[in-house]
C-alpha cells in the first residue's frame, strides 16, 4: 500500500475500459480501468507515470496533504468567484407588447397597442435605483419586452439615469437592447451608439427556417423586414455591436448546419445553439415546436463538429461549447446564470416586470405570465433592495439550488461543469430541487459535457487549437488553410 491521500473527486466510466475522474476544482483525467482501481486501493506506485499526472492534478497528495488541499482551495474560489459579483445582470422588461407574434413566445407577449403593459418612468428610475444599491461594480442592464423599442422613452429615460449613478458611484454600467429589430428607427440606433448600447437580436437561420417562427401580428414571416434592419443597426452601430440569438424547434432541430451557414453568411461573429425553453406560446404550441432532449443533444452534437470544420477555415466559435470548454480546460469561472451553483437565479441575474415585480430569472417572469407568481421576490414600488435580495424567499431558493447537496449531482463526475436551475424544477415538479437524473436539464448537460469530452479525447493539434481560441477569443491561434 503507498502512503498518498485521496484528494476529493468524482468518477464515472466512459464504457471504453477507462474511467474519467473530475476533481472539486474542474481539473479532469482520464485512467485506465485497472489504473484506477490500483489508485482508489492506494495500490498504485508513487513512480508510476499516472501517479505523478494525478498528484499534480490535485486528485493525491503525498505528505504535503495540507498544502494540497489549500491550492484545492485556491482553485474552487477561482472557479466560484462569480460568486463576488452580486448581482451583475439586471433586465427590464420595459413592455410586454410586440409588433411580432413568434410562435414560440416565451414571454406569450401582448397586442402591440395594449399599452397597459408598459413599464411606466417612474418604475423603470426606481428599478435602476435598486439595481445601483447591487454590491457589484459592473452593472449589466439588460433591456428586455415584448419589443422594447415600443416604449423607448423608458428605455432612454433609464439609460441616462444608469450614466448618472454610474458616474457618481463609480461603477461602470453596460448596456443591452434585446430587440426584434424589425421596428426600429435610424435615431434609436443613433442613441444606442451615442450611449454605448449593444443591441442583442434574434435570427433562426435562413429565411425559411427564420419565418418559420419569427412572425409578425398578421402571420407573416419577418426574414426580410429583419435583414433590412440589420443590415442599418451595423451601419450604425458598427458589425461588433449587433449579435444575434437563434432558438432551435422542432423545424430547425434537423437542420442546424444550414443555421450555421446563414449566421457565417451573414458575418456574425458565433453562434449559441439554444434549446427551446417551454414557456409562454412555445409550452402552448409544444407539440409541433418541441423535441426529445436526447435529439437535440444528438443534433447539437453533429452540429458542434460542423462547427470545428469550418473553423479550419474562419474564426466562429459555438458559445454554448466555448463555455463548458473554458470549464474543462481552464481554471477561471465563468458567469453564466443559466448554468452555476448556486443557481444564478436572483445571485447572477435579476429580472423587473413591467410592473415593477421582481424576479429571480427570466424563466419565472415567464412562468408569472402564465399565472403563477411563485417566484416574485418583491416589486421595486413597495420593497426595499433588502426585503428583495436579503429576504426568505432568495436565501431559501439560493440554498437549495447547489448541486453539491442536490441528488444526484453531488455524485456526478460533470458536477463541475453543470448547475441548477429551480425554475425549471418548478415548473416540472412543482418543487425548486428535485432529483435531476432523468430530466430535460439533465440529459442535455449530460449528454453534451459527455460530447464534449469525447472530442476532446479524439481531437488534434488543430482541432485544440481552434477550442483554445475559442476560449481565448483569439482568432490567430489558428493557422487556418
Ligand atoms: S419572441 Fe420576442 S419578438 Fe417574438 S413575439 Fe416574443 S417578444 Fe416579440
Ligand atoms: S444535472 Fe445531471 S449532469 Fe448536471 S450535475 Fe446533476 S446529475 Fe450531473
Not at 421576490?377 to 447547489?402: H, P, Q
Request: glycine content about 6%; hydrophobic content about 40%; proline content about 3%.
Amino acid at each position: 500500500m503507498s502512503g498518498y491521500t485521496l484528494l476529493p473527486f468524482q468518477f464515472c466510466r466512459t464504457g471504453r475500459d477507462e474511467v474519467l475522474l473530475v476533481s472539486e476544482s474542474g481539473d479532469f483525467i482520464f485512467l485506465p480501468e485497472a489504473v484506477f482501481e490500483r489508485f482508489i486501493r492506494h495500490e498504485l506506485s508513487e513512480q508510476n507515470e499516472d501517479f505523478f499526472r494525478l498528484k499534480s492534478h490535485l486528485f493525491c497528495a503525498g505528505e504535503d496533504v495540507e498544502v494540497a488541499l489549500q491550492k484545492t482551495a485556491a482553485r474552487y474560489r477561482t472557479r466560484k468567484s462569480f460568486l463576488r459579483e452580486f448581482t451583475a445582470l439586471h433586465m427590464l422588461v420595459v413592455t410586454l407588447r410586440c409588433n411580432q407574434r413568434c410562435r414560440y413566445c416565451q414571454v406569450s407577449c401582448a397586442e402591440k397597442d395594449a399599452a397597459m403593459y408598459d413599464m411606466d418612468e417612474e418604475t423603470a428610475v426606481r428599478a435602476v435605483d435598486m439595481i445601483f444599491r447591487s454590491p457589484t461594480k459592473h452593472p449589466k442592464i439588460e433591456f428586455q419586452g415584448g419589443e422594447p423599442l415600443l416604449n423607448w422613452d423608458v428605455v432612454t429615460a433609464a439609460v441616462i439615469h444608469a450614466e448618472r449613478l454610474a458616474a457618481a458611484q463609480r461603477k461602470k454600467v453596460s448596456f443591452v437592447l434585446c430587440t426584434n429589430l424589425t421596428a426600429v428607427t435610424r435615431d434609436q440606433l443613433e442613441f444606442c451608439r451615442e450611449h454605448d448600447v449593444v443591441v442583442s437580436t434574434s435570427l433562426d437561420g435562413d429565411r425559411s427556417l427564420h419565418d418559420a417562427c419569427r412572425r409578425d401580428r398578421q402571420g407573416r414571416g419577418t426574414y426580410e423586414a429583419f435583414m433590412e434592419k440589420l443590415a442599418l443597426a451595423r451601419e450604425v452601430l458598427g458589425p461588433d455591436r449587433v449579435g444575434a440569438l437563434m432558438t432551435t424547434t422542432s423545424f430547425s432541430l434537423s437542420h442546424l448546419k444550414a443555421v450555421v451557414d446563414e449566421y457565417v453568411r451573414q458575418g456574425m461573429d458565433g453562434i449559441f445553439i439554444r434549446a427551446l425553453n417551454p414557456y409562454g406560446f412555445a409550452a402552448e404550441d409544444e407539440a409541433e415546436l418541441g423535441y426529445d432532449m436526447e435529439r437535440f443533444v444528438e443534433k447539437y452534437l453533429e452540429a458542434l463538429e460542423y462547427i470545428i470544420e469550418l473553423n479550419k477555415k474562419v474564426f466562429f466559435p459555438e458559445q454554448f461549447a466555448t463555455l463548458l470548454f473554458s470549464r474543462m480546460l481552464s481554471p477561471f469561472a465563468t458567469g453564466f446564470v443559466d448554468l452555476q451553483s448556486p443557481s444564478g437565479a436572483g445571485i447572477g441575474g435579476v429580472i423587473y416586470d413591467f410592473d415593477g415585480s421582481v424576479f429571480p430569472a427570466d424563466e419565472a417572469r415567464m412562468l408569472a405570465r402564465m399565472g403563477d407568481r411563485h417566484f416574485c421576490l418583491g416589486n421595486v414600488g413597495t420593497d426595499s433592495y433588502a426585503d428583495i435580495f436579503a429576504g426568505e424567499k432568495l436565501g431559501n431558493l439560493t440554498r437549495g439550488a447547489c448541486l453539491e447537496t442536490s441528488f444526484p449531482c453531488a455524485f456526478c463526475a460533470f458536477q463541475a461543469y453543470c448547475g441548477t436551475d429551480p425554475v425549471r424544477n418548478y415548473l416540472e415538479t412543482g418543487k425548486e430541487v428535485r432529483n435531476m437524473a432523468h430530466s430535460p436539464f439533465c440529459i442535455k448537460h449530460r449528454g453534451i459535457i459527455m460530447g464534449l469530452f469525447d472530442m476532446l479525447r479524439r481531437a488534434d493539434d488543430m482541432t485544440m487549437d481552434i477550442i483554445w481560441s475559442w476560449i481565448t477569443h483569439n482568432a490567430g491561434l489558428v493557422h487556418r488553410l
